[in-house]
Nanobody, 128 residues
Framework: QVQLVESGGGLVQAGGSLRLPCVVS????????MGWFRQAPGKEREFVAA????????YYTDSVKGRFTISRDNAKNTVYLQMNSLKPEDTAVYYC?????????????????????WGQGTQVTVSS
């Protein structure tokens, strides 16, 4: 069973930074495209960022471009979301997800339905 465990969430002031790691169990991490999603209270889960299994391609939702960076360390079975210049509207529970379709080395899935495994989430709260 593949398990994803997020951490690194917390309370931060607007303009601050957080880094969210997500550790993935198992031997196949290097074959997974990885993504980050978030869900704010009363809203649907939304896509934030994704990285291909090769690490050679990334994609971000417009609202976080230039502020967030997704990266991966295959030696540590970990994907990261570096969040800078945080805004109150970034407040949400952040989830990491893994896609095991092992498609193109450039493939970055953007829909929640494309992912096979999910973590439990970590709360990020940005105060104004």
């Amino acid at each position: 069973q593949v398990q994803l465990v997020e951490s690194g969430g917390g309370l931060v002031q607007a303009g601050g930074s957080l880094r969210l790691p997500c550790v993935v169990s198992g031997r196949d991490f290097s074959r997974y495209a990885m993504g980050w999603f978030r869900q704010a209270p009363g809203k649907e889960r939304e896509f934030v960022a994704a990285i291909s299994w090769s690490g050679g391609n990334t994609y971000y939702t417009d609202s976080v471009k230039g502020r967030f960076t997704i990266s991966r360390d295959n030696a540590k079975n970990t994907v990261y979301l570096q969040m800078n210049s945080l805004k109150p509207e970034d407040t949400a529970v952040y989830y990491c997800a893994a896609d095991n379709s092992y498609g193109s080395r450039w493939y970055v899935p953007r829909l929640a339905s494309e992912y096979d495994y999910w973590g439990q989430g970590t709360q990020v709260t940005v105060s104004s």
